[in-house]
């Protein structure tokens, strides 16, 4: 089987990559993976224009948002199960992921799940969710020789190092934002929430006046001086 890992951008349609667009046509499995029982893949509602008149085979693994191991290695078997039965004989599959494989997603956890099966893999770039953000808010994210980094998690090894080091951050889903007030509190920066889809918001404001947000598609993005420029974030 030749398995395609497919990154469908943000959220908006629009920003499907023409390849991605082209493949997600003629492909015989489509595997789109979700995070419970009860939620639609994100992923999927992105692509479901394109593939609504196709008579492809769609599959929904759930893949539960949980560091225990166990339990993520019998939701991996059972994916594996689903794919196998659902795609027997199929020559062609696409996994699809929000915003990048590369970045943060379950595409490579897949295909290493997948491996024995596979004889092709072909990987296509998306649009990452950050890029989106930052092309709605209008930020220029680095420039020159500024630094920018990403953090998945405050309490991550290194990540106060690097949030003191860097001149732009990017926070995905963050949390635990009281432990970067002593060092980011009173930087400007802009919460993002569900950019891309229909229901978008972007908040701005002080480090220390932005609360946790509840959504899981929020990306909180600082670029450390900003505030002195006259050109605000407060227009948005
Ligand atoms: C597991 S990471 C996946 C990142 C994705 N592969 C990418 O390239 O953007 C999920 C995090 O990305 C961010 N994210 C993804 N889609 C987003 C969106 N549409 N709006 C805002 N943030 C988003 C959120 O911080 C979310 O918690």
């Given at each position: 089987m ?5 990154g469908?951008g943000p ?11 082209k493949?997600?046509k003629g492909?015989?499995?489509i ?5 419970s029982?009860?939620k639609r893949s994100?992923?999927?509602?992105t ?5 609504k ?11 539960p948002?949980?560091?225990d ?5 019998l939701?991996?078997?059972?994916a594996?199960?689903?794919v196998l039965?659902?795609g027997?004989g199929?020559?062609?599959a696409a ?6 494989p590369?970045?943060y ?6 295909l290493e ?12 770039p998306?649009?990452?969710s ?5 092309s709605?808010?209008?930020?220029p994210l680095?420039e020159g020789t500024e630094i920018v980094?990403i953090?998945?998690?405050?309490k ?6 690097v949030?003191?080091?860097s ?8 949390k635990?934002?009281?432990k970067?007030?002593?060092?980011l ?7 993002c ?8 918001e ?12 509840g ?16 050109r605000d974030?407060t227009?948005l």
């Open positions: 030749k398995l395609y890992g497919i469908v959220g908006d349609p629009e920003l499907l990559t023409l390849k991605a667009y493949i997600l492909v015989d499995v595997v789109a993976p979700r995070s029982e009860e994100r992923a999927l509602h692509v479901e224009e394109v593939i008149e196709r008579d492809c085979i769609v599959v929904e693994p759930v893949f948002m949980t560091k191991r166990a339990k993520l290695k939701y991996w078997k059972k594996r199960e689903e039965a659902k027997n199929c020559e062609t996994f699809i992921t929000l915003g990048d590369s970045m997603s379950t595409f490579y956890r897949f799940v997948f491996n024995d099966r596979v004889e092709e893999v072909e990987v296509i998306g649009v990452t950050f890029s989106a953000c930052t709605t808010a209008q930020v680095v980094s953090i998945p998690d405050v991550a090894k290194n990540a106060m190092r949030i003191e080091s001149d732009s951050l990017i926070f995905l889903k963050p635990d934002l009281d970067i007030e002593g060092i509190g009173n930087e400007k920066a802009i919460l929430v569900k950019v891309g889809f229909d229901d978008q972007l908040l701005s404001g002080k480090v220390s006046e932005i609360e946790e947000p959504h899981y598609l929020s990306t909180l993005i600082v670029k450390k001086g900003r505030g002195k420029e006259p974030y227009r």
